[in-house]
Nanobody
Framework: QVQLQESGPGLVKSSQTLSLTCTVSGGSIITNDGYWHWIRQPPGKGLEWIGGISYSGNTYYSASLKSRTSISRDTSKNQFTLQLTSVTPEDTGVYYC??????????????????WGQGTQVTVSS
């Protein structure tokens, strides 16, 4: 059973960089059946896909966030990370990491992913 756990600061100041880590257990991020994603949900809004990284290390980003987003991985720790630069209060929300077994980008439906982390609240102060 694959499990994902997000970690990172819950409060970030405007203009700073948000960094979150997703630790994966019960499966490896380098096996060829895994695409690992970041998704967020602003308060009162729906899920928004941020980006992802494949089992081979290819990265994919939302067009609207691409200029501020970087996703990387540490295979020795079985983790992948999200960095979002120049944050504003509009970046406030619950941030999730999730796994999808097949290639697919921009998906924001919960059922598009087989496994989810519990989510972590991030608040950007102005």
């Amino acid at each position: 059973q694959v499990q994902l756990q997000e970690s990172g600061p819950g409060l970030v100041k405007s203009s700073q960089t948000l960094s979150l880590t997703c630790t994966v257990s019960g499966g490896s991020i380098i096996t060829n059946d895994g695409y690992w994603h970041w998704i967020r949900q602003p308060p009162g809004k729906g899920l928004e896909w941020i980006g992802g990284i494949s089992y081979s290390g290819n990265t994919y980003y939302s067009a609207s966030l691409k200029s501020r987003t970087s996703i990387s991985r540490d295979t020795s720790k079985n983790q992948f990370t999200l960095q979002l630069t120049s944050v504003t209060p509009e970046d406030t929300g619950v941030y999730y990491c999730a796994r999808r077994a097949r290639y697919g980008l921009g998906l924001s439906r919960r059922d598009a992913y087989g496994y989810w982390g519990q989510g972590t609240q991030v608040t950007v102060s102005s």
